[in-house]
């Protein structure tokens, strides 16, 4: 099983400010990974897929890349709805699929 | 735009079988991969297993002794089965669409329904 480990479990930061969301890997799969926003009472809104592909309706201030086991999300400057969870999901193995544990950004 | 709900019993006695029910619209179920995904309360995502159209299966080995998915394809649903329950199946249990096979993301979620699990 592929174990995602999400750093830091949550990041406080200020509107305008650049967030930077790792996900690492416990082994090494390609660019089989999507990052989701996840709000209260909400479904999973899919942001990233490929590693680095936006998903229709993704602003461009959200962006993704991968070195080697480590995955980044990076958001360029932040607004007041970015503020949410955001998890990384690898689909590299299907047995099983696995997410990460999730990353908390909330408002400093 | 495809839509999924999930629906099914927010109380299951623990020991017994949780059934939920995920409804397909806007869109056709056939040619397409189908999930189901909880979270446990303050826990991470964990994948539950997918049905292919054609019927076949593919289900995570932590649970794969107590999972049964199964799909309806005239009334554009599918389905979950989990056995012998315990506190620890309590969760937020959504199902979801593939983009395409069944090692691929997912564009499209249910709002997910809790089943709390009780002694």
């Known amino acids: 099983e592929i174990v995602l480990t999400q750093s830091p479990g949550t990041l406080s930061l200020s509107p305008g400010e650049r967030a930077t969301l790792s996900c690492r890997a416990s082994?090494?799969?390609?660019?089989?990974l999507a990052w989701y926003q996840q709000k209260p009472g909400q479904a999973p809104r899919l942001l990233i897929y490929?590693?680095?592909n936006r998903a229709t309706g993704t602003p461009d201030r959200f962006s993704g890349s991968v070195s080697g086991a480590v995955f980044t999300l990076t958001i360029s400057r932040l607004e007041p709805e970015d503020f949410a969870v955001y998890c990384c999901?690898?689909?590299?193995?299907?047995?099983?699929?696995?997410f990460g544990q999730g990353t908390r950004l909330e408002i400093k | 735009q495809v839509q999924l709900q999930e629906s099914g019993p927010g109380l299951v006695k623990a020991s017994e079988t949780l059934s939920l029910t995920c409804t397909v619209s806007?869109?056709?179920?056939?040619?397409?991969?189908w999930s189901w995904i909880r979270q446990p309360p303050g826990k991470g995502l964990e994948w539950i297993g997918y049905i292919h159209f054609s019927g076949s299966t593919n289900y995570n080995p932590s649970l794969k002794s107590r999972v049964t998915i199964s799909l309806d394809t005239s009334k554009s649903q599918f389905s979950l089965k989990l056995s012998s329950v315990t506190a620890a199946d309590t969760a937020m249990y959504s199902c979801?669409?593939?983009?395409?096979?069944?090692?691929?993301?997912?564009?499209?979620w249910g709002q997910g329904t809790l089943v709390t699990v009780s002694s």
């Open positions: 490929g590693a680095s």
């Open positions: 082994q090494s799969f390609g660019s089989y």
């Open positions: 806007g869109g056709s179920i056939s040619g397409y991969y």
């Open positions: 979801a669409r593939h983009y395409g096979s069944g090692t691929s993301w997912f564009p499209h």
């Open positions: 999901q690898q689909y590299g193995s299907s047995s099983p699929i696995t």
